[in-house]
């Protein structure tokens, strides 16, 4: 589970530091009670966010669990994490 107060080096490709974040919420919330408001920050889209954002979990989900004999449902966990951006390259 991701820690508050952790920080992570986003890269690019080629491993070049663009951005370090740090975590400022962690939740665990059921897939089916997601709401449109998380939605759309995760996906940067107001134009259906919540119906993007089952559909592409949904499919990562279902890809990654198929591997281990497993299906998604309704009501597993997800887990959530809010971030704060503490540097970028372009604040230099």
Do not use: R
């Amino acid at each position: 589970m991701p820690k508050i107060g952790a920080k992570q080096i986003i890269t690019d490709f080629e491993g070049k530091a663009q951005a370090v974040i740090e975590t400022t919420k962690v939740d665990t919330i059921p897939f089916n009670k997601i709401s449109v408001a998380y939605a759309e920050l995760d996906m940067g889209t107001t134009v259906e966010p919540l119906k993007k954002w089952q559909k592409a979990h949904w499919d990562f989900f279902s890809s990654v669990l198929t591997e281990f004999g497993e299906k998604p449902t309704e009501e597993m966990l997800v887990v959530c994490e809010s971030f704060e951006i503490i540097w970028t390259k372009e604040s230099e």
